[in-house]
Every structure is written in structure tokens, then in C-alpha cells.
């Protein structure tokens, strides 16, 4: 795949660059060089690798997934301007 001089402009117009009528012909040729660059990476043969996050194999480190009150219901509450039995009180919006 090749990108001609009006797909450059168009690419720089999408992107909000503004581009000298001499940059054109140098974008292009870096443009069909990074198209040639993946068009090699489609050529290489990957049947059978499973994706990868990382080079090497790991674990993502997890907490438990446990229900709890954060240990601190007092001080969340003492941020409050009015609680009422360890819950917050608002204002009623909807009658």
C-alpha cells in the first residue's frame, strides 16, 4: 500500500498539522515506509503464540475480594456534617 501526495494532505488536515507544500514529499516517503515496515509484520507467522503482556511469564498480583468497612468507619463519618447510626444523612431532592 502507497500513500499519495492528497492522502498526506488529508492525514495532516485529520490531524491539525499544518503542512508546507514542500514537507509533502518527504511525509510520504516516511509514510510508505512505515506502511512497507507492517505490511513486513503481517509476513511473519504467529499460528500457534498466544498473546503476551510481558516477555516474561507473570502473574498479576490481586487482592482478595472482600467486603468490608475499610476499618475506618468513624473517621469517614466524622467528614460528614450530619450522620445518623454510622450512616450519612442528604438533604431529600425528590418528593
Known sequence: MSVD????RRIAH???IA???EEVAHLQGELNAILAFVEQL???NVDGIEPMTSVMPMEMKKRAD?????EIP?????NAPVTEDHFFLVPKVVE
Not at 66 to 70: I, P
Request: proline share 0%; hydrophobic share 50%; aromatic share 0%.
Open 74 to 78: 468513624d473517621k469517614v463519618l466524622a
Open 19 to 21: 503542512v508546507k507544500d
Open 5 to 8: 501526495t492528497a492522502t498526506v
Open 14 to 16: 485529520l490531524a491539525r
Open 66 to 70: 472482600v467486603v468490608n468497612d475499610g
Open 42 to 44: 503481517s509476513e511473519v
